[in-house]
């Protein structure tokens, strides 16, 4: 049994500050689990790729039932701003205006919400390069690996 709790009424009325396909939304999409984002400081340019999911569940027991009951709540997805520290210092430094928040694919499930951040993390390699404020891929902390542009360009002419 699944049963999904009412959004709190302050986020109910909030404007969301996310960009999909070009337009502000204030929805997601049905049927979808959350999405792969991009934050951009417009003063310099540096950027953020996180994952943020559309709703927490968890699993309650019930009185006289071997079964838990699952319970969705919505997720603060519309004000979210990141997990990245440096990231949210600079956003309380700069104002929310000088930064961009871009929804650049939403995920079915939650694996595949999971997959194409850290997809996309590889393929920017973003770890590596000091334009990201990412320091991680998925549970794995690179704080200190910085790679070269020209190795970067090696790699990708092997991994192609």
Known sequence: ???HLSLDLTLNFMDSHWIYKKKKISEAPEDMHGFVYMITNK?????????????????VKVAGKKRRKIVKTPTN?????GSSKPLNKDI???????????????GETKGQVNYLEE???????????EEYYNDCIGPRRFANVRLSEEVINKLNKVVK
């Open 1 to 3: 049994m699944i049963q």
């Open 119 to 129: 997809n996309v993390h590889h393929r920017l390699h973003v770890v590596a390069r």
């Open 43 to 59: 003063e310099n340019d540096r950027k953020y790729i996180g994952r943020k999911y559309l709703e927490s569940a968890r699993r």
């Open 92 to 106: 309380d430094k700069l104002g929310k205006d000088k930064f961009k928040f871009e929804i650049l694919v939403f």
């Open 77 to 81: 997805w519309k004000i979210y701003t």
